[in-house]
């Protein structure tokens, strides 16, 4: 399912496979390096790991993914804020006991009415709003939520839904206090997790403290985080490399950079894993030229997937579907299945020889070539993949401009379809089809970038949202899955295999494997000196 690189001699081996069963110690900071300065620090209003990673360890949820186990499932959820939780009879009532003696940062006492206030503010129902919502699409199903007392909540769906219990279980979804307005969440947040933020000075660093007030008894083991926000990738490497750092920024080391940290830091421990994360290309075809399906099922026709993977990861990176392949993924489409869909064959010239008559259909070709705009996010992980598509789209008389965009920009361009053609990457907070389908396709998502609508899918994602039968829903899922594929409705190149690496001292850290979110808590870290 995964796997893990111990590079160093017998001793690094040793202490890698032994991970974190030695007695934890507490005390110490935990020294990251950061890729980019976050858009803001709230969760619930942005859909980044430059986010998620420094800040989830500020926050609860009411369940969450257990820390670690690197699989996320039903059966790795635990409680958090949340004790216990039962539903009723028809499964459209979910009801949770809380924690009781539980605080916010400030000392304000945590009661149920504070999960009441998240969920008006992802409903639109709070008198402030979101200014951006991007987890909403997760949650039409939730009627209203109601407090029926400080220690109880209860969710009234409109109909069933197996997933619902996941998708709260997602490091995206922490609860928000009441008496903190959302602008204020932004910069300084105020969470009942493990650590309280001390400081977030934009573009330099974010500093977390321990919380010694948790209600998780003798967590966390840390004394507090440092993010350090390097922008220069090989800065960045050659510091962790130097030991000024703890741990990398999650999946960030690419493969030149792990063979330079296995010859310059041996003693390092480096996972590569899947995250649950794909590269795709963003087409808006709500304008011209890829209002013009012959144009967009050309645009699909002339990737070659697999010089991506070979090129970019240097064969790390796997071939799927929309969602993410097994044996990681635990919905995506099987190899044989997946083969006979549009542009995934392994003919690749005779792919871009139907594409290249599709574009002359259109009334292009050699003398009279396409001319688009190609944007993407100034992270390494978008940049490379778009530069290669660039040059893939030549051979079908496709030439793309590279337009790169800093990330606090990004989201608001795509949210306004400010774009013509795009390299994306989209992690998913769940390995679930619900938060992808409706999340990316569903016609009124704000994160359906792409302007994609046909009621029949949709139609159909609601059908298997509330199937619960697993395998009738798996089968629902598959085909719902090729169809996507076939429409282009947000074509995948590949899904991402990367590395993280951190000193031997670093124990407790877990990579989730079908998550780009969840695992970054840090309450079971600690550091052994």
């Given at each position: 399912?995964?796997?893990?690189?111990?590079?160093?001699?017998?001793?690094?081996?040793?202490?890698?496979?032994?991970?974190?069963?030695?007695?934890?110690?507490?005390?110490?900071?935990?020294?990251?390096?950061?890729?980019?300065?976050?858009?803001?620090?709230?969760?619930?209003?942005?859909?980044?790991?430059?986010?998620?990673?420094?800040?989830?360890?500020?926050?609860?949820?009411l369940v969450m993914y257990d820390q670690q186990v690197p699989q996320n499932s039903a059966q790795t959820i635990v409680p958090d804020l949340a004790k216990s939780w039962a539903w009723n009879a028809e499964k459209t009532e979910l009801t949770f006991q809380l924690q009781e003696g539980v605080k916010w940062h400030?000392?304000?006492?945590?009661?149920?009415?504070?999960?009441?206030?998240?969920?008006?503010?992802?409903?639109?129902?709070?008198?402030?709003?979101?200014?951006?919502?991007?987890r909403k699409s997760w949650f039409t199903n939730v009627d209203f939520v109601s407090a029926r007392s400080d220690n109880e909540v209860t969710f009234y769906l409109t109909h069933s839904q197996p997933s619902m219990l996941g998708m709260l279980a997602s490091g995206l979804m922490p609860i928000y206090p009441c008496h903190v307005s959302p602008a204020q969440m932004r910069a300084r947040p105020i969470g009942t997790g493990p650590f309280k933020l001390a400081q977030f000075s934009e573009f330099q660093y974010i500093r977390l403290v321990r919380n010694p007030d948790y209600f998780k008894k003798g967590r966390p083991y840390l004394d507090g985080i440092d993010f350090n926000i390097v922008s220069n990738p090989s800065t960045a490497i050659l510091s962790f490399i130097a030991g000024r750092f703890d741990l990398t920024f999650p999946w960030e080391v690419t493969p030149t950079d792990r063979k330079l940290v296995e010859k310059d830091a041996p003693q390092a421990i480096c996972e590569t894993t899947s995250m649950n994360l794909n590269l795709n290309i963003l087409v808006n075809r709500t304008a011209a030229p890829f209002d013009n399906a012959d144009i967009r099922r050309a645009l699909v026709l002339a990737i070659d997937r697999k010089a991506f993977v070979d090129t970019i990861s240097q064969g790390d990176y796997a071939i799927g579907g929309t969602l993410q392949p097994p044996p990681d993924g635990t919905w995506g489409l099987p190899p044989d299945l997946l083969s006979v869909v549009p542009g995934y064959g392994s003919d690749v010239e005779k792919n871009r020889t139907e594409?290249?008559?599709?574009?002359?259909?259109?009334?292009?070709?050699?003398?009279?070539?396409?001319?688009?705009?190609?944007?993407?996010?100034?992270?390494?992980?978008y940049k490379d993949p778009a530069q290669l598509l660039q040059s893939q789209l030549r051979g079908i008389y496709i030439d793309a401009d590279l337009e790169v965009i800093e990330t606090s920009l990004w989201f608001?361009?795509?949210?306004?379809?400010?774009?013509?053609?795009?390299?994306?990457?989209?992690?998913?907070?769940?390995?679930?089809?619900?938060?992808?389908?409706?999340?990316?396709?569903?016609?009124?998502?704000?994160?359906?970038y792409?302007?994609?609508?046909?009621?029949?899918?949709?139609?159909?994602?609601?059908?298997?949202?509330?199937?619960?039968?697993?395998?009738?829903?798996r089968q629902m899922v598959g085909e719902i899955d090729v169809r996507l594929l076939a429409d282009g409705a947000r074509p995948p190149i590949m899904w991402a295999r990367s590395t993280t690496c951190m000193q031997p001292r670093v124990k407790g850290f877990v990579n989730m494997v079908n998550s780009f979110y969840n695992g970054f808590r840090f309450e079971d870290v600690w550091l052994d000196r």
């Open positions: 399912m995964r796997r893990m690189t111990c590079l160093g001699g017998a001793v690094a081996v040793l202490l890698c496979s032994m991970g974190t069963s030695l007695a934890q110690k507490s005390g110490g900071i935990l020294k990251v390096y950061h890729r980019e300065n976050p858009p803001s620090a709230s969760i619930l209003e942005e859909s980044t790991a430059s986010t998620t990673v420094p800040f989830m360890a500020v926050f609860n949820n400030d000392g304000t006492p945590f009661t149920a009415r504070d999960v009441v206030c998240t969920f008006d503010l992802l409903l639109d129902k709070a008198p402030q709003r979101l200014r951006r919502n991007p594409a290249r008559a599709l574009m002359e259909k259109a009334g292009y070709g050699p003398d009279k070539r396409l001319k688009v705009k190609l944007t993407t996010r100034g992270v390494a992980i608001n361009r795509l949210g306004r379809k400010d774009y013509t053609l795009g390299v994306n990457a989209t992690g998913n907070g769940i390995d679930d089809p619900d938060q992808t389908f409706f999340e990316n396709f569903a016609c009124k998502s704000s994160r359906n792409t302007g994609y609508c046909n009621p029949e899918i949709e139609k159909l994602m609601a059908q298997q949202s509330v199937e619960p039968d697993l395998q009738k829903r």
